[in-house]
């Protein structure tokens, strides 16, 4: 196992994203936000049009302030000089194991033995990811929620074989960051904000297909009872409040029948399913193309109420 | 069927709650702030320190100013009077068929015959409540999200019986208060707020009984993601969002394979099992007695932010 340490001066840290679509950039946005010296940043993809595409895409992910940043980051379209005096290489492209697992051999063989390995995969395990390398131990998952540099979950999913101190690092990076890396016990399909999001889709997906709502009235539905509630406080602590002084425990047992009586009768569609014409005719007839400002606004400004409301009573975490 | 009319000036409508629990002072803290007569609101509900109950209870859901009118609030210890002169009958007793199919034909013998019944229950629907009824056309589920003086959903569900006056009398009334009527097309287990919540509360438990992630953890992982991102959109618009150019269905061709298999994997626990002793104390560990205050104002202030961005830009729906 490497011995690893990472410059504690984070901002001017060398971090090179491998492929710039929109998780790629949106996390490079992010470190352009921190860096000191922009050009410490490198962004690799193969795309012919790597540079006008990242001068035109990038800065809608930045502050008007920071556009000036934009073209002094790196770019390059193959990996061995863009990974060679990395501190972090953060990969972001596709979810394909044998692309995946050729990568971080490759990176490892010219990437400084110091260098953090983080792959932003949605269902790739590390430990599917790593059966290539001749240190297994440095790979580690670290899932953002799209879009990154707007939502701060970081979900850091070591391994079996990832070393304590790349898990300490990477936590401990994104600490000082500001963001909420939240730290896995153990590898699962899909990890856990993933799961969530995906098992109420589904059963989402079984209420439009039934016809009992429409997409359109079950996200009002979501976004006037779940959607604020959970800004403040997740499923448990929220339901928890709501059961008085029994808490969830007595909460669920008052309910208890009619939970399980949910759970028996969930939905149960699949992908390619007949659903599937249904559903995304009604999600391009209601929704069309959307504005990503006013999304990412909102979301900015959600999370900023959250906190100062926790700020002014005191009971920040 | 009855032909049913309600006076269009709601702000003096005679409305009789039944029921003081958590979600009757609720709801009777909504109407209080649209009364112009405060005693036209009667609480109903056999407790015997009804009076003391309300005058402590109360308060608690309305704004400073508003308390002036707690004490003008009727109270009443059985239905036959509290609703004779009844525009509208809001039931938030107990989640029990027997109770509640003997109180609507108790409430239907005594309320005006163009009275809106309206029952608050979360899971039994309103085809099973209404069979003692002479006039079944009557009945309507109108169910809100806890709590209904703040979270502005109300899933409106007819009976395959309850008549077209009584569903557009019910959206129309709680439009022009400003809140989120959702007319579901047909009556479902547990409506779909309730299906959609506990649907992922069951992976939720899954994962913490499988030692993935803390209950603290999960909740974090929700109040940095999905909570966000759903207090402004909903789900399909979210992942449209999320999706590009080719919107959700190019983002769901895209993450199909992890999608499939977090659907296959997904937890399968069920109320009673093992699990609970672990949950339930973990929950109390971590969150014991809430602050109810921040929280109400954390999801004030939530719902305030998304509805200034969406005046602000102009795409206010």
Redesign the interface.
């Known amino acids: 196992m490497t011995s690893i340490s990472v410059n504690r001066d984070d901002e001017d840290l060398r971090i090179t994203i491998i492929g710039a679509g ?1 998780i790629g950039l949106s996390l490079a946005a992010l470190h352009l936000t921190y860096l000191k010296t922009p050009s410490n940043l490198t962004i690799v993809d193969v795309r012919p049009d790597l540079e006008s595409h990242i001068l035109r895409a990038l800065p809608a992910y930045l502050p008007q302030r920071l556009h000036i940043r934009v073209p002094q980051v790196k770019m390059a379209s193959s990996v061995p000089a863009a990974v060679k005096d990395s501190a972090i290489v953060q990969e972001c492209g596709p ?1 394909n194991l044998a692309f995946k697992s050729a990568l971080w051999s490759e990176v490892e063989s010219h990437a400084p033995p110091d260098a953090l390995f983080w792959t932003s995969t ?2 790739i395990p590390a430990s599917h990811q790593n059966v290539q390398m001749r240190d297994p131990s440095r790979l580690i998952v670290v899932h953002p ?3 990154p540099h707007i ?3 970081l ?1 850091v999913v070591p391994s079996p074989q990832t070393s304590q101190s790349v898990i300490d690092l990477t936590v401990g990076f994104w600490r000082r960051r500001g963001r ?1 890396p ?5 590898e ?3 990890f ?13 997906i079984h ?2 297909d ?4 429409t ?28 059961g ?2 029994g ?3 007595a909460l ?1 047992k ?10 028996d ?2 939905g149960k569609v ?3 399913d007949s659903w ?1 014409d249904k ?2 005719r009604q ?2 007839e ?2 069309g ?7 990412d ?3 900015r ?3 900023q ?2 906190q ?3 700020r002014e ?1 005191k ?1 920040q975490d």
Not at 192 to 204: I, K, P, Q, T
Request: aromatic letters at 8%; hydrophobic letters at 45%; proline letters at 5%.
């Open positions: 929109t979810e949605s269902g929620f799209n879009p939502l701060p979950l979900e909420q939240v730290l896995l016990q153990k699962i399909t899909g856990v904000a993933g799961r969530l999001a995906w098992v109420l889709l589904r059963e989402a209420l439009v039934q016809g009992i709502v997409v359109e009235q079950l996200d009002r539905i979501i976004e006037n009872s779940m959607g604020p509630r959970w800004a403040y406080a997740g499923p448990f602590k929220s339901f928890h409040a709501g008085g002084p808490g969830l425990e669920l008052n309910v208890s029948p009619t939970v399980q009586a949910c759970w009768d969930a699949n992908m390619g599937e559903v995304f999600v391009r209601s929704y193309a959307l504005d990503l400002e006013e999304r606004l909102a979301n400004k959600v999370l109420t959250v100062e409301v926790k009573t009971v």
